[in-house]
C-alpha cells in the first residue's frame, strides 16, 4: 500500500511539474506581446503628457506640428479634433489611472459644440472617436445620459449630408477638385465609411433604424461605385443630382488612377466594421477583398509600413504634381496608415475564415510601428506618438510628419491586438 502511495504522490508531482512547465512555456510564449504593448504605452503615457503640458486651451486641439517642431493645432469645425480625446481614453483603458481619464473626459467635453456640425460629413469622426468611447468607461447615468443625447444631434447632424436620390453622405460641399480642373458637384471620398460606426450605435440606441438604413445605404453604394475591379479605391467620387457617377478622382493620392494608401485603409476597416453591424457577408467580402489587395501589394514595403501611395512613381500613373515642386525627393511612407490598417485587419481577422493570415500581417504593422524609425523617443516629436505620416502630398500639406489620428489607430490597435490570443 505504501508503494501504491508513493508512485501515486509521484505521479501527482509530475503532473504537477509538467503544468508548471507548460504554465511558463505559455507565459513565454506571451512575454514578447505582452512586452510590445507595455513598452508602447509607457512611450504614449510619456508623450502624451508632454502634449497635455503643451496643450491648455482647450479651444485648439493638436493635430500635428509646425515646421519649427511645436504642435500645430486646429478648432472645432476640423475633423481630426476628436482623435486627442478618444487617445486618452485608450490611455486610460490601458491603465486604468484616473488621471488619464480626467483629462479624456475634459478634452471629449471641449467637443460639445461639434455635435452642430454640418459642414462636412466628418461628425462621425469627430464625436465617437470621442463620445463614442467615453461612454464605455463613464459611470454617472447622468453624464451617460447627457452623452448619449450628444450623439443622437452628431447623427442627425450626420443626415442632414444624405439626399435619397443619391444613397449616400455627401463628403464635402460643391468645390474644385485640387487640381482646379473639374468641379465636383457630390463629392463623396471612400473616408466617408468612416462615420458610419456612430449612426449605426444611434440605431441600437433610439431604436430607430433610419440611421442605420443611411449607414447601409451609403456602404452599398460606396461599394459600387468607389472599387476598381481589382478591389482598390478611388479616393473620391463626384455623383450628379439623380445619382449618376460623374467623376472618379483622387484629392490626396498619387493619381487618378492610383491607389491612396491611407484611403485603401479606410476601406478595409470601413467595410469590416459595417459587418460587424450588420453581419451582411457583402460588406465582410468587400473588406477581405481591400484587405488582400492592400497585404498582396508587390509595393508594400518589407516592413509593411506602406508608401503614401502604392502607385507613385510607376508608370501608367500620372500626376499634375512633382516630388520637387514639393520639396520631397523620395516616396514618404504614411504610418497613419500603417496604424489604421492594422487596427482593422485585428477584426477582420475574428470573421475571416483565414483570420489568421490578417492577423499576421497586422502583428508586423505592429511591431515595425513600435521600431525606433516610427515611435518617437520619449520628450521628441512634440508629444505625438508615432512620426512619418502624410496629409496631402499634393496640397503640400504635412508630408512627413506625425498626425494625431495616426497615434490614435496605434492605440485602438495594440489594445485589440492585447485581446486577441
Known amino acids: 500500500m505504501k508503494l501504491n502511495l508513493t508512485k501515486k504522490r509521484r505521479n501527482l508531482l509530475l503532473v504537477s511539474a509538467l503544468a508548471v512547465s507548460v504554465t511558463a512555456s505559455s507565459f513565454l510564449l506571451l512575454s514578447p506581446k505582452t512586452e510590445l504593448i507595455k513598452k508602447d504605452f509607457a512611450v504614449a503615457e510619456n508623450q502624451y503628457n508632454q502634449l497635455l503640458k503643451t496643450s491648455t486651451d482647450l479651444t485648439q486641439f493638436p493635430r500635428t506640428t509646425n515646421k519649427d517642431g511645436s504642435v500645430r493645432s486646429t478648432d472645432i469645425k476640423d475633423w481630426t479634433q476628436g482623435f486627442f480625446a478618444g487617445g486618452l481614453w485608450y490611455l486610460y483603458e490601458y491603465t486604468q489611472k484616473p488621471e488619464w481619464k480626467a483629462a479624456a473626459t475634459k478634452w471629449t467635453e471641449a467637443l460639445e459644440q461639434a455635435q452642430f456640425l454640418t459642414e462636412h460629413h466628418d461628425v462621425g469622426f469627430v464625436m465617437y472617436c470621442s463620445y463614442g468611447n467615453a461612454i464605455r468607461f463613464e459611470k454617472d447615468p447622468k453624464k451617460i445620459e447627457l452623452y448619449n443625447k450628444i450623439l443622437i444631434q452628431s447623427a442627425e447632424s450626420a443626415l442632414t449630408r444624405f439626399d435619397p436620390k443619391v444613397g449616400l453622405i455627401k463628403s464635402w460641399n460643391a468645390k474644385k477638385s485640387w487640381d482646379n480642373k473639374t468641379m465636383w458637384q457630390y463629392p463623396v471620398i471612400i473616408d466617408n465609411m468612416m462615420n458610419l460606426e456612430m449612426l449605426c450605435y444611434v440605431s441600437k440606441l433610439t431604436g430607430n433604424p433610419k440611421y442605420k438604413d443611411v449607414a447601409i445605404s451609403h456602404a452599398l453604394n460606396t461599394m459600387k461605385n468607389h472599387f476598381r475591379p481589382d478591389f482598390s479605391t478611388y479616393h473620391v467620387v463626384d455623383y450628379a443630382p439623380d445619382g449618376k457617377v460623374l467623376h472618379q478622382q483622387t484629392n490626396q493620392g498619387y493619381a487618378d488612377n492610383s491607389t491612396w494608401s491611407r484611403g485603401q485603409g479606410w476601406a478595409i476597416y470601413g467595410f469590416t466594421m459595417m459587418y460587424r453591424e450588420t453581419k451582411d457577408k457583402r460588406f465582410l467580402e468587400a473588406a477581405q477583398k481591400a484587405a488582400d489587395f492592400y497585404i498582396n501589394h508587390p509595393n508594400l514595403p518589407k516592413d509593411k509600413i506602406p508608401f503614401w501611395d502604392f502607385n507613385a512613381e510607376q508608370k501608367g500613373y500620372k500626376p499634375d504634381f512633382d516630388y520637387a515642386a514639393n520639396k520631397v525627393s523620395y516616396i514618404p511612407r504614411d504610418a497613419s496608415a500603417g496604424s489604421?490598417?492594422?487596427?482593422?485587419?485585428?477584426?477582420?481577422?475574428?470573421?475571416?475564415?483565414?483570420?489568421?493570415?490578417?492577423?499576421?500581417?497586422?502583428?508586423?504593422?505592429?511591431?515595425?510601428?513600435?521600431?525606433?524609425?516610427?515611435?518617437?523617443?520619449?520628450?521628441?516629436?512634440?508629444?505625438?506618438?508615432?512620426?512619418?505620416?502624410?496629409?496631402?502630398?499634393?496640397?503640400?500639406?504635412?508630408?512627413?510628419?506625425?498626425?494625431?489620428?495616426?497615434?490614435?489607430?496605434?492605440?485602438?490597435?495594440l489594445l485589440r491586438y492585447q485581446k486577441l490570443k
Open 340 to 413: 489604421l490598417t492594422a487596427s482593422g485587419l485585428l477584426e477582420l481577422s475574428t470573421f475571416a475564415k483565414d483570420g489568421k493570415k490578417y492577423f499576421t500581417q497586422a502583428e508586423l504593422m505592429l511591431k515595425s510601428l513600435s521600431g525606433d524609425k516610427y515611435l518617437a523617443k520619449p520628450g521628441t516629436n512634440a508629444g505625438f506618438i508615432l512620426k512619418h505620416s502624410v496629409g496631402s502630398l499634393p496640397h503640400k500639406s504635412e508630408i512627413d510628419v506625425p498626425l494625431i489620428y495616426a497615434d490614435y489607430y496605434f492605440l485602438e490597435a
